[in-house]
């Protein structure tokens, strides 16, 4: 038997890290994968990167990733836009040249042997760019490009914040959702719930399980981390949280 723990888009959120890691440590798995987007847009950067280095597991890299290392202007079309700069601007300047140097081994793609013929291809959004998601309502036109060359049993993706388990032909698609900005659109509302989620996958003879798991955090602490910490615009990053 082999069994795989998959989690994404930790963005600067250590205190979520840290329960859905006690949580998939109790799963014993037999490998750690994470998919990116570590660092920018939460109050410990630092804190978030160097708990994942500690699991000294396979890391790919995400789009926030890529541009903590070399920080380019956004284009600001409202205040809401500004303050997100700021906020990831704040911690791309907290790394030092180590975390930088330990950003750039994340890799593009890596593919796992699952045994008896089966695959499983990892990347941030669509295996062919960061930048490309994967959604429900993806067409299957737009599905067959981002998996052209792709012959795997299971793509798993980060990138949306949103878990999500379809088929495309013969490949299935998952998204683990988010540890630590999770998203939950409510009357055309995104918030951030108070939960930190993840995937396992268990890999026994003929048969492949695939579970979407979810762990509840301290919201409260995660506040608390932005006020603790000298992040710009701390209340306005936790209006975003439902406590």
Not at 72 to 90: G, H, M, S
Not at 192 to 204: K, R, S
Request: glycine content about 4%.
């Amino acid at each position: 038997m082999m069994r795989i723990a998959i989690f994404s888009d930790i963005h600067g959120n250590d205190v979520a890290f840290e329960t859905a890691l006690t949580a998939i440590k109790e799963e014993k798995p037999d490998q750690i994968v994470c998919l990116g987007d570590v660092v920018v847009s939460g109050p410990q950067p630092r804190e978030a990167l160097a708990r994942l280095q500690s699991l000294n597991c396979s890391v790919i890299v995400g789009n926030t990733d890529d541009w903590v290392l070399s920080p380019k202007p956004f284009t600001i079309r409202n205040e809401d836009d500004q303050k997100l700069y700021e906020v990831e601007l704040w911690a791309a300047e907290q790394l030092t040249d180590t975390d930088k140097a330990f950003i750039r081994t994340f890799q593009p793609t890596i593919e796992l042997d699952l045994e008896n013929g089966r695959s499983l291809l990892c990347c941030h959004g669509s295996p062919r760019s960061y930048n490309e998601g994967i959604f429900a309502d993806t067409p299957a036109e737009k599905l067959a490009e981002y998996l052209t060359d792709v012959n795997v049993t299971a793509v798993f993706s980060g990138h949306t914040h949103v878990p999500l388990l379809r088929r495309h032909k013969n490949t299935l698609l998952v998204n683990p959702g988010s540890v630590g900005m999770p998203f939950l659109q409510i009357d055309g509302t995104v918030i951030n719930p108070p939960w930190a989620e993840y995937a396992i996958i268990t890999a026994q003879d003929d048969q492949l399980d695939i579970s979407l798991r979810r762990v509840a955090v301290d919201v409260t602490a995660v506040i608390q981390a932005a006020f603790d910490s000298n992040m710009p615009h701390a209340k306005w990053w936790a209006q975003e949280w439902e406590i």
